[in-house]
């Protein structure tokens, strides 16, 4: 198992630009999620469902267009590719990228920016995989109600747990 530090202080910035956010974008793993899509169907850019794409020779990948607006809930998402971190998924009307923003917290040790072995740290504590795994608000929440100074998360194979 792999445990990932990253600065309260850098978490906090997430944090406040989620509470300012005036809507939520869909997660990965929320773009997936029946319940989420108006009547429980999830189609994909063209109005299409999984099956009738496949019928068709295409690969199915599902819309926002058709997600719920009352069922995506403001969170953070890890992040692992170039380095591991968090980002939020506030739908700002400004369409500007967390980086553009200033809203990216890194992982102690895997910022390509600063870190030199940024990409080993990456790959031993995150794996060689690209990916990313929504992370509730409420962890943060937890973490900022008992005081502590760094937020962790504790990786294994198949989970994620916020270490308290």
């Given at each position: 198992m792999a445990t990932l530090t990253f600065n309260m202080s850098d978490v906090a910035r997430l944090a406040e630009e989620l509470d300012k956010a005036p809507g939520f974008s869909p997660t990965m793993d929320q773009l997936f999620e029946p319940e989420n899509h108006v009547g429980g169907v999830i189609l994909d850019s063209e109005g299409r469902t999984e099956a009738q794409v496949e019928e068709a020779g295409?690969?199915?990948?599902?819309?926002?267009?058709?997600?719920?607006?009352d069922a995506i809930e403001r969170c953070f998402q890890l992040v692992g590719d170039q380095g591991v971190y968090l980002?939020?998924?506030a739908k700002l009307e400004d369409d500007s990228t967390p980086a553009s923003r200033g809203t990216v917290a890194y992982a102690k040790g895997c910022n390509p920016e600063v870190d030199e072995d940024f990409y080993e740290n990456k790959v031993a504590l995150f794996g060689g995989d690209d990916g990313a795994v929504t992370i509730p608000y409420q962890w943060y929440v937890m973490a900022k109600e008992r005081g502590k100074r760094v937020f962790k998360l504790k990786l294994?194979?198949?989970?994620?747990?916020?270490?308290?």
């Open positions: 295409g690969l199915f990948w599902p819309s926002a267009k058709n997600i719920r607006e980002i939020t998924n294994s194979s198949n989970s994620v747990s916020l270490v308290m």
